[in-house]
């Protein structure tokens, strides 16, 4: 099971380190991108969950076949080849391009306590913090709680620099345990403006308690 959740650590991490969601023609049969969940226009609901989130309309649905491409290329960089994605559930994901993305998961947490959750939560922190260490990047972290209609998420930010002190890029990863679930989501963002949009879809979230 640890194998599992670690993976999230690789996909938050591999949208960074590679550019293959970049050059995605505009899709509309969205449903083939996501591995349950059904759409209403720009509208997505997943009934597991209870949530229904809406992106924007110039926005475009992300190919599930390039996120896991980038599970490959990421897992391959940090030389693993045990890790499995298999039972990951891949939900919602949107961009404007590769630097300005959303993408959420979830994973059944049936019969976990919250001592695991906080456990995992510290694993993949560490392991995506010492991953762009290993790449070489300045990083900043910070931890917070965001409340989203009534769901309590665990929010970290990556704040990463260039060699002059600049910061080019953010990276937010939300997790929460939410119906029996392991409900991540991965918002990357590199100006102010995109950021607005990302956080105002997400933010703007509901869900069926």
């Not at 475009?60 to 039972?87: F, P, Q």
């Not at 309590?152 to 029996?180: H, N, P, R, V, W």
Request: glycine share 4%.
């Amino acid at each position: 099971m640890k194998h599992t959740f670690f993976a999230l650590s690789l996909l938050a991490t591999a949208l960074f380190l590679t550019n293959c969601t970049n050059n995605v023609p505009v899709k509309k049969d969205y449903a083939k991108e996501v591995d349950e969940g059904t759409f209403s226009g720009n509208t997505y609901s997943n009934k597991v969950l209870g949530w229904k989130i809406t992106f924007p309309d110039t926005w475009i649905v992300t190919e599930k076949k390039s996120l896991e491409n980038a599970d490959e290329r990421s897992k391959a960089m940090v030389g693993d080849t045990t890790t499995s994605t298999k039972t990951i559930k891949r939900l919602l994901a949107f961009q404007k391009n590769f630097d300005n993305n959303f993408q959420s998961t979830r994973e059944d947490f049936k019969g976990r306590d919250q001592a695991s959750y906080q456990a995992i939560k510290h694993a993949v922190r560490k392991q995506v913090y010492f991953g762009y260490l290993d790449q070489r990047f300045n990083v900043d972290t910070t931890s917070s709680i965001d409340n989203i209609d009534g769901v309590a998420f665990d929010c970290f930010e990556i704040m990463l620099y260039d060699q002059t002190g600049k910061k080019f890029a953010t990276q937010l990863l939300y997790s929460t345990i939410l119906k029996d679930s392991y409900f991540n989501v991965i918002i990357n963002y590199s100006n102010e403006k995109d950021k607005e949009t990302l956080l105002k879809a997400f933010k703007k979230s509901t869900f069926k308690q």
